[in-house]
């Protein structure tokens, strides 16, 4: 058993060699599952970011709708009130027009139905003010707008519900 230094040494580079590739290779893969993990958690961060946005906006929507005055339905002024709720219906249309981007698709179903129905009605009512179309009862497009109204607050709320849960 005669072993030269040189071959002690490269016996033991060889080792080395075979260590520090070993260790190298566990390295990578561990930096690899190091890096998926960060862009796990900037994918969540981004995703808590805009859920967080949508939470504010649709919040705000909905406390703007509830700021909206009240109306007094006597029928007395009958020219008042369909004014107001003309104002209030234009204004509740606004805020639900521009939030509708930031709500879940299966809340609003029914209220863009309703939101279509009101609109037929109030072509109805311009037809009979302006061309002198048929009757229209101006009760029913009334209770639509009211109808639209709670539609529009129940698919923000259920929106802001799904959001924060």
Same mark, same amino acid.
């Given at each position: 058993?005669?072993?030269?230094?040189?071959?002690?040494?490269?016996?033991?580079?060889?080792?080395?060699?075979?260590?520090?590739?070993?260790?190298?290779?566990?390295?990578?893969?561990? /930096?690899?599952?190091?890096?998926?993990?960060?862009?796990?958690?900037?994918?969540?961060?981004?995703?808590?970011?805009?859920?967080?946005?949508?939470?504010?906006?649709?919040?705000?929507?909905?406390?703007?709708?509830? *700021?909206?005055?009240? @109306?007094?339905?006597?029928?007395?002024?009958?020219?008042?009130?369909?004014?107001?709720?003309?104002?209030?219906?234009?204004? /509740?249309?606004?805020?639900?027009?521009? @939030?509708?981007?930031? &709500?879940?698709?299966? *809340?609003?179903?029914?209220?863009?139905?309703?939101?279509?129905?009101?609109?037929?009605?109030?072509?109805?009512?311009?037809?009979? @003010?302006?061309?002198?179309?048929?009757?229209?009862?101006?009760?029913?497009?009334?209770?639509?707008?009211?109808? !639209?109204? !709670?539609?529009? !607050?129940?698919?923000? *709320?259920?929106?802001?519900?799904? &959001?924060?849960?």
């Amino acid at each position: 058993m005669n072993m030269d230094l040189f071959e002690i040494v490269r016996t033991i580079g060889s080792a080395a060699g075979i260590a520090a590739l070993i260790t190298a290779t566990f390295n990578f893969v561990g /930096l690899r599952k190091q890096h998926q993990r960060l862009l796990e958690i900037e994918s969540f961060k981004k995703n808590a970011a805009i859920e967080s946005f949508r939470c504010t906006k649709i919040y705000e929507a909905l406390a703007e709708i509830q *700021s909206f005055p009240s @109306i007094n339905y006597d029928l007395r002024k009958i020219e008042q009130v369909v004014t107001e709720t003309t104002e209030r219906y234009g204004n /509740l249309k606004a805020v639900f027009t521009r @939030i509708i981007p930031l &709500l879940e698709s299966a *809340s609003m179903l029914g209220t863009q139905a309703l939101v279509e129905q009101e609109e037929v009605l109030s072509r109805k009512l311009m037809d009979h @003010i302006y061309a002198g179309g048929t009757e229209m009862p101006l009760k029913e497009l009334l209770l639509k707008r009211q109808e !639209v109204e !709670v539609s529009v !607050v129940k698919a923000l *709320s259920s929106s802001l519900i799904g &959001l924060t849960r």
